[in-house]
């Protein structure tokens, strides 16, 4: 049954529409650019870059207060209290800028490489413009505006190719891809400014940032805890392993998890505006939840598949034998993608009003991949890193699932009923892969390899899967029409 246009199912959709029109648009201009930058700069630049991001992402997290989280989750706001916001998250960012800027040195040092440095300096930058862009950012989030942050998103990734792919033909290395990092946040700074109507004043209003930091200082620990884990594979590599390695791994987590994160992201940041919309009516959340994960692994599941079987052809096709290295880890980071189902469940807890639940979960998932790196991970290179992260991602999607689907009274045989067919179809799709087996795959050309994987699994996916979902998949198009014409 269509959904009325006005209604929040109907909102909610049409954000999602965008929201993914956005991600897999930037996205492709993403891989595209490092496509060209792979070819341009050795793998130790993109080293120096992935250990530069380690204190960047995780002062992203700090720097926020959880603010933008608060902003979105209230169910009325006024001037006094976007000012307020964004006076604080500004003032935050300013001060993380400065102390990264005067102590680059002593943190690349710790990081494993001081070559960072100079990189290091460069991207304190693109922490002020993050300060500026938080709550403009947020805003459209609240109102499910996704068309204007796709369309920030999309200005963002040209700005990353022109300035990366310009940079690195001039010879400045490492530095262009800081180059690249800082044009892409400053158009996406730019896109969403030029898309609210909210222009900042001084309006400062302690009550009011108190009542603000209360909600968000759960969901900036758990975002601090969730940053580390989104860069302690870094850590440990570049400390540990080298720096030419974490090149290697940078690359693979890019083609591999990164696209897949992507993809449960856009769930996510649609969700938990529209949860928090009902958040006291607990059966549309559960049918919201339970609708979500089906939607959300019909398109993963095969994204997985393609990732772990033809990842490795595309690596070795397009990038050339200097990054072979990186074709293991690509293969095992990408079976990380079957566990990013509860990232819905993350959006369910924020709108219902219990952030805590993400900050304990977080600390399990970096509990668990610390002892796995500290008992085998390391000893295997950059592979077993990336299988310490599969592993640490497995525990922390169960528990997270034992835990909402109680917390939300979800039946076991409900979830199973809604997870299952597209599971199956999953499973049949690899039979075309086992003629690999009794193929000498190393006579063969990758693309070859890539068109058969490709294609064969592809197909057969759909095969199974369309004429279950034909009736949905006619309204999400008629949707996305709908969309592109406002």
């Not at 102390?99 to 290091?120: E, I, M, Q, V």
């Not at 072979?324 to 819905?344: D, K, N, Q, Y």
């Not at 807890?349 to 639940?357: E, H, I, Q, S, T």
């Not at 070859?448 to 006619?474: D, E, F, K, N």
Request: with cysteine; hydrophobic share 55%.
């Amino acid at each position: 049954m269509n959904s009325p246009p006005g209604s929040l199912r109907h909102r909610a959709k049409r954000a999602l529409v965008w929201s993914g029109a956005g991600n897999y648009g930037s996205g492709v201009l993403h891989l595209l650019a490092l496509l060209g930058l792979g070819w341009l700069l050795p793998p130790t630049d993109f080293g120096l870059l992935a250990l530069a991001l380690i204190a960047i992402t995780l002062e992203e997290g700090i720097g926020d207060l959880g603010l933008p989280a608060a902003l979105i989750q209230r169910q009325e706001i006024d001037r006094t209290v976007l000012d307020s916001a964004f006076l604080c998250n500004l003032a935050v960012y300013l001060l993380l800028a400065a102390a990264t800027f005067f102590y680059s040195d002593a943190l690349t040092g710790l990081l494993g490489d001081s070559n960072a440095a100079p990189l290091l300096r460069l991207l304190c930058l693109s922490l002020i413009i993050t300060g500026f862009s938080a709550v403009p950012r947020a805003l459209l989030t609240r109102r499910l505006d996704f068309r204007r942050i796709s369309m920030a998103q999309f200005a963002g990734e040209i700005g990353f190719a022109g300035a990366g792919l310009t940079l690195a033909a001039l010879g400045f290395g490492a530095l262009a891809l800081g180059g690249a990092v800082l044009a892409q946040r400053l158009l996406i700074c730019a896109v969403v400014w030029r898309s609210v109507d909210y222009r900042p004043g001084l309006s400062l209003d302690l009550r009011v940032l108190r009542h603000l930091v209360k909600f968000g200082a759960p969901v900036m620990a758990s975002n601090v805890v969730e940053r580390v884990l989104l860069r302690a594979d870094y850590f440990v590599i570049g400390r540990f392993v080298g720096t030419e390695p974490l090149g290697y791994y940078s690359l693979a987590l890019q083609l591999s998890l990164v696209p897949l994160q992507r993809l449960a992201g856009l769930v996510r940041v649609v969700a938990f505006p529209t949860f928090s919309i009902v958040q006291k009516d607990a059966t549309r959340i559960k049918n919201g939840l339970l609708e979500g994960m089906r939607g959300l692994l019909t398109v993963v599941l095969p994204a997985v598949i393609l990732v772990v079987v033809s990842g490795p052809w595309l690596l070795r096709a397009l990038y050339g034998e200097k990054w072979e290295p990186s074709v293991e880890p690509l293969r095992i980071l990408g079976l990380a993608g079957l566990f990013l189902l509860p990232r819905l469940l993350e959006a369910a807890f924020m709108a219902v009003g219990k952030p805590r639940l993400l900050l304990q979960f977080s600390l399990l998932r970096l509990i668990v991949f610390a002892a796995l790196v500290w008992t085998v991970g390391i000893g295997y290179g950059i592979s077993g890193v990336a299988a310490c992260v599969v592993g640490a991602l497995a525990v922390w999607a169960g528990a997270y699932l034992v835990v909402g689907i109680r917390l939300f009274a979800i039946p076991w045989a409900s979830l199973g009923g809604a997870l299952w067919p597209t599971t199956r179809s999953g499973v049949l799709a690899l039979a075309p892969l086992l003629l690999l087996v009794f193929v000498s795959t190393a006579t063969i050309s990758p693309w070859m390899v890539l068109a058969y994987t490709g294609i064969s699994v592809t197909a057969i996916y759909l095969a199974l899967t369309l004429p279950r979902y034909w009736g949905q998949l006619r309204r999400w198009l008629s949707l996305a029409t709908s969309a592109r014409g406002s």
